[in-house]
């Protein structure tokens, strides 16, 4: 094997100023599963739309079999022989297997008709050899998930498919799926097929990959043999940590008192379950506290705040707040208890870009500021004014709409938004991604504040350094669950990093994964 | 290359100001060209028809921009006016206001169950109210026994065709609907609300909003306007016509909503603007009318104009 069958070499890629690949180089070996690893934001997609000629790089080359290639769109890609496979399957649930298998390229008869016994047969023939055991004339959407990505695979290898991209494909697959469909990888491999498996779970990495490369903010954080790593090293990678130096007081303006946090929890939410996402996973949080949740994306760190604040419904479990006992929980009953919560998602679930930054900063306090149900001219600007000073939010007039200012001062209205509520606890997802420097700065000192007034803070967050340095007790989530739980000076990037790493199945031999 | 970023800047704002202003636009060359060309357009006589006539689908028009705002839309609104104008003769034995109330109810519970299909079981909104499109007019036909009736009722015929102050009553109520509708959504918790539900409905979730309830309350209000414009028509006409009273209506409400400037995607709302897209609509066909020009040519020109519209919308939301 002389040459790589897709390789890029210091590919960039802006969007709108913003820098989401810089000089990433990649390359892909047939008959090598090559995992791509790394935390929201990270670059990942864009590395995959430039593989498979959905974007193109701003700079850098592409070559496929050791030719230099410019795909100007997904079909040349495709007819090239590069096969992506989506988490949702981008197939067409209503019709047949066979008629998946062979859309868009289907065996006709001589009179130009569809000749479905042959096509059915062929498909038998297809799914045999990679062990699939399922009726072609069965409708794919009553297929489970893992079969469909499954047939997928088989759909592409059948178009001669030469490289493989699969995108976090087990993200909603069952355990027994993902067996499955890692046994099918390995098939790949020994057929000479160059596998991309874009994940974000460790232990797939492991069991069924040969090389991986992890990115973080557009560049290579590693790239290396699985076989000459480590679980905790490549944490570290996508974290954005050095596993050497780890410090305990760096960029953020969290202060370092201790609080007291005895007595009675604010919040407490108990056992609380959704199949598969959470599982058993409880959560105290007092007066002044902030609690920080740790963890890899898919974790159930944004599930927890969900569910906590009765966005998700759940299987089993319970919520107290002050004592009482949560009934028919929903955002607006969270909120009426006194709960508030910035989502993680600032754009799709957050601000209402075309409403004005007033309308959005009383959103939710609209009850306390109408009379008879009109809205007091006087007590809203009151309380716009109060906020956007407090906050140090940067408006040319309240008047102005949302969808023209920066991302900190976006998330500034959303905690505005309920701040001007007054909680006893305010859940904040992600309150730092995606915005400035200073902004974040301030953003820190505020959640510092916040607690110093009595407020308890669930505090999510996936730089390691904003939850070691912003909280007093952190908890660990791994698959859905609580894995580990550090107060005071117990709370540091290393040990929050070696509980992320630990392997589900080997928790007792953690200490092996050391350096 | 200030210049050039100026000029640019300005290119990118004439479809924005179009979609706002456009509609004003529009209404101001027809006029002065009605002026000039038509002979006996600017009588008294003529001016009040033509207000008299856009009325109903005004009133029309102005709850479809607010289910419009919501991202919703409500097909279902000829049905209702069909069975508002049906229920009229059967209780006006009673009383003229007993069969007036019962016709408004009739509408409110239309747009009762509209709601309830959107906002509780989730059904989409073109979908749920073409159920009802359907249903309703059928209703109608029920009612009436499938007739025509004739109805002497001086109440009736007063709302229909008398004046105030040389204003006839209809067009006070397009006014009161109109500044009434203003009122709830620029200064009222309902409006912003509507808005906010509209622009990002899982926000206004996260916020706590009574969502589903603000979306009840609209196609109510929609259903309720309906209802009272099924009232006006059968009182002008004096006559309650269940086949006929509201036919494709809904075509020409939601062809003034988006003319006026409201985009189908929701989270803005333009109440005047749907008051003179309304109004638009019905100058062009008096125009053509005026001008002896078949009436294909009337369908024709408000059908570039609706493509002209959602046009320029299109141009706005592009980031």
């Known amino acids: 094997m002389t040459f790589a069958a897709i390789e890029v070499r210091s590919v960039h890629k802006h969007f709108a100023g913003v820098r989401a690949l810089d000089d990433v180089s990649l390359s892909l070996h047939a008959g090598e599963v090559h995992a791509l690893v790394g935390e929201n934001g990270a670059g990942k997609s864009t590395l995959i739309k430039i593989m498979t000629g959905v974007q193109r790089p701003d700079g850098g080359d592409l070559s496929y079999q050791g030719r230099p290639v410019s795909f100007t769109r997904p079909r040349d890609a495709q007819a090239a022989g590069i096969s992506t496979i989506y988490q949702e399957v981008n197939l067409v649930p209503l019709r047949s297997v066979a008629a998946n298998l062979f859309l868009g390229r289907e065996p006709v008869n001589r009179f130009g008709l569809i000749d479905y016994r042959r096509m059915h047969r062929a498909a038998a023939g297809i799914l045999a050899r990679y062990g699939i055991a399922v009726d072609v004339r069965s409708r794919l959407g009553e297929l489970g998930l893992g079969v469909q990505q499954m047939i997928a695979v088989a759909r592409a290898l059948s178009m001669n498919a030469r490289v493989i991209i699969m995108d976090e494909p087990t993200s909603s697959l069952e355990p027994r799926e993902v067996d499955l469909l890692l046994g099918v990888v390995a098939m790949l491999r020994d057929q000479q097929v160059a596998v991309l498996y874009v994940t974000h779970k460790l232990d797939e990495v492991f069991r069924a990959c040969d090389r991986v490369t992890v990115l973080r903010d557009g560049r290579v954080a590693h790239s290396g043999p699985v076989a000459g790593t480590t679980r905790l090293r490549l944490v570290a990678a996508m974290l954005g940590r050095d596993i050497d130096q780890v410090r305990r007081h760096g960029a953020t303006t969290f202060g370092d008192e201790q609080r007291d946090t005895t007595g009675a929890p604010l919040l407490r939410a108990e056992a609380l379950s959704r199949r598969p996402v959470l599982d058993d996973v409880s959560v105290d949080v007092h007066a002044g506290e902030v609690v920080g949740l740790a963890g890899l994306l898919g974790s159930g760190r944004t599930e927890t705040a969900k569910a906590v604040f009765g966005v998700d419904p759940l299987d089993s479990g319970s919520i107290r707040i002050g004592g009482r006992r949560a009934r028919r929980w929903s955002p607006a009953a969270a909120i009426r208890a006194g709960l508030g919560m910035v989502p993680e998602d600032r754009k799709a679930e957050g601000v209402i870009a075309d409403l004005s930054v007033r309308d959005n900063i009383v959103l939710a306090a609209l009850p306390r500021i109408t009379v008879g149900g009109f809205l007091s001219k006087r007590r809203q600007a009151a309380l716009v004014d109060t906020f956007v000073k407090r906050l140090q939010i940067k408006i040319s007039h309240p008047g102005q709409k949302v969808r023209e200012l920066s991302g900190g001062n976006q998330q500034k209205v959303l905690l505005a938004r309920m701040l001007c509520l007054h909680p006893k606890v305010l859940i904040l997802d992600e309150p730092t991604r995606g915005i400035d420097i200073g902004a974040k700065a301030e953003i820190q000192a505020l959640i510092d504040e916040l607690a110093g007034l009595g407020i308890g803070v669930l505090l999510i967050s996936s730089e390691l350094e904003e939850v070691v340095e912003g909280a007093d007790r952190v908890l660990v989530l791994r698959d859905g669950a609580v894995v580990g739980t550090f107060r005071g000076d117990e709370v540091t990037e290393d040990r929050i990093m070696r509980t992320i790493a630990v392997a589900s199945n080997e928790a007792a031999a953690a200490k092996d994964d050391d350096d | ?319």
Do not use: C, H
């Open chain 2, 1 to 319: 290359m200030t210049d050039l970023r100026a000029a640019r800047s300005v290119r990118i704002d004439v479809p924005a100001f179009l979609q706002v202003a456009g509609v004003y636009l529009a209404i101001f060359v027809l006029l002065a060209f009605n002026l000039m060309f038509t002979p006996n357009f600017a009588t008294v006589t003529n001016l009040r028809l033509q207000l008299v006539q856009v009325a109903p689908v005004a009133i029309v028009a102005i709850g479809m921009a607010l289910v419009i705002a919501t991202e919703g839309i409500d097909l279902s609104v000829g049905s209702t006016m069909a069975v508002a104008a049906a229920l009229l003769p059967l209780y006006l034995g009673y009383s003229v206001w007993v069969a007036v109330a019962l016709a408004l109810t009739a509408g409110v519970l239309v747009g009762l169950v509209n709601g309830s299909l959107i906002a509780f079981a989730g059904m989409q909104p073109i979908i749920a109210t073409l159920g009802l499109l359907v249903a309703g007019r059928g209703l109608a036909l029920v009612f009436a026994d499938g007739r025509l009736t004739e109805l002497f009722d001086p109440t009736l015929d007063t709302l229909g065709n008398a004046s105030v102050f040389g204003v006839p009553i209809s067009v006070l109520l397009v006014l009161v609907v109109t500044v009434a509708a203003g009122v709830a959504v620029y200064r009222t918790a309902f409006g912003r609300r509507l808005l906010a539900t509209g622009g990002n409905r899982a926000a206004a979730t996260l916020a706590g909003l009574p969502v589903k309830r603000t979306l009840v309350t609209v196609y109510v209000l929609s259903g309720l306007l309906a209802a009272v414009a099924g009232v006006l028509t059968t009182a002008r006409q004096g006559a309650s016509d269940p086949s006929f009273v509201g036919l494709l209506i809904e075509l020409s409400a939601i062809t003034a909503v988006v003319v006026g400037g409201t985009p189908l995607s929701g989270g803005r709302v333009r109440i005047l603007g749907t008051l003179m897209g309304a109004l638009l609509m019905q100058l062009i066909i008096a125009t053509v009318i005026q001008q002896n020009l078949p009436d294909s040519t009337a369908r024709m020109i408000q059908a570039s104009i609706i493509v002209a519209a959602v046009y320029l919308q299109r141009g706005r939301r592009a980031p």
